[in-house]
């Protein structure tokens, strides 16, 4: 479901070319200065034993008592916005009870008065809770078929009104492609996963070719965000919840307006260096 993928220089290099010849680049206002590594922090047995017996737990209460009102609701309303509260209210629990708070930074991008599309880093399952508790706005998700096999949240996820993409067979998702468009003409922003799926170890993996393809279809602009710290707070492939300060890193607004499907590859490196700025770069104080 994941490739591990680095950017590599030369291709970094041409995107920052490209970016400098067009004057106005929507990128964040960020010090140049690279963050300074911090030292691996140890975890001990008291942290697995908190997150084995409490925070997992919990977390699966939530799910199962949430998701199953989630799935009630949904048989009395058409437009997903109650089931957007319960998510949020779901996500809210979630953030409260694994103890990590998020420090957002640079909120300019918050603003659904336009079409925009959110583009976020993706290295966490705990990345989606953050992104309901924290975007003040109702919004919908693009994500990939893949999901629609999880209990209760892939439930969720089909009768929400969120956005289904089969990667395998596109030709299928043209309906959600269809109603998607229509809800970002009506200013309800999209949340993508440019890079396809969770980060397997915490680096920016190459972005999905068309990822861009329904914010230049309806001239939205698009949002990049940075997660900073979630893959240490969840990586892939364990249950060791690892309670720490996260933080949202929100950009400028890119600008799509008068583009066309042939720039759909320009954009997405232009997106790809704002949000590698944003990760790589220490914030003002």
Not at 106 to 113: E, H, R
Not at 155 to 179: D, E, F, M, T, Y
Not at 211 to 224: G, T, Y
Request: glycine share 6%; hydrophobic share 45%; net charge positive.
């Amino acid at each position: 479901m994941n490739k591990i993928a680095t950017t590599a220089d030369p291709e970094k290099d041409q995107a920052e070319a490209r970016l400098a010849e067009k004057p106005g680049t929507a990128l964040a206002r960020w010090n140049e200065t690279r963050a300074v590594p911090r030292a691996a922090k140890h975890y001990g047995w008291l942290s697995h034993l908190r997150s084995y017996l409490i925070i997992d737990p919990l977390i699966w209460a939530y799910t199962l008592i949430l998701g199953t009102v989630s799935l009630i609701v949904s048989l009395f309303e058409s437009d997903g916005r109650v089931q957007h509260e319960l998510a949020r209210l779901w996500s809210w629990l979630v953030m409260k009870t694994i103890l990590s708070p998020v420090k957002v930074i640079g909120t300019s991008g918050f603003d659904n008065s336009k079409p925009r599309v959110y583009a976020v880093t993706h290295a966490s399952a705990l990345d989606i809770p953050i992104i309901y508790v924290q975007l003040p706005f109702q919004f919908r998700i693009i994500f990939k078929s893949e999901l629609l096999a999880y209990p209760f949240v892939g439930w969720h996820l089909k009768r929400s009104g969120q956005v289904c993409i089969n990667q395998q067979n596109p030709a299928a998702s043209i309906g959600s492609i269809k109603s998607a468009l229509r809800s970002l003409r009506a200013s309800v922003p999209l949340v993508i996963f440019p890079e396809g799926g969770r980060s397997r170890d915490g680096k920016l993996q190459t972005f999905l070719p068309g990822a861009f393809f329904l914010a230049i279809k309806a001239q939205a602009e698009i949002v990049p965000i940075a997660l900073v710290d979630t893959f240490d707070l969840l990586p892939m492939n364990t249950y060791h919840v690892r309670c720490q300060p996260l933080e949202m890193r929100v950009g400028v607004p890119i600008s799509t307006a008068g583009l066309t499907l042939h720039d759909m590859e320009k954009v997405s490196a232009q997106v790809k260096t704002a949000i590698e700025e944003l990760r790589s770069a220490t914030p003002p104080t």
